[in-house]
């Protein structure tokens, strides 16, 4: 009985990683696309003042 529980903590251990883990990758994504739309919009900006 006592093997049994351990293998579906193990189980649950492993889904708890997963959903941490596609939280992480979603955040990243977010994260990683604000920044590219900032720096577009700044280098943007830089090429504009430079043209005049």
């Known amino acids: 009985m006592i093997a ?9 251990t492993a889904v708890e990683y997963g959903l ?7 955040f990243a994504m977010v994260a ?3 920044v590219g739309d900032n720096m577009a919009a700044m280098f943007e900006f ?3 003042v430079l043209d005049g």
């Open 20 to 26: 941490m883990l596609a939280l992480i990758v979603v």
């Open 32 to 34: 990683i696309t604000a």
């Open 4 to 12: 049994r529980r351990h293998d579906l903590d193990r189980g649950a």
């Open 46 to 48: 830089i090429a504009d």
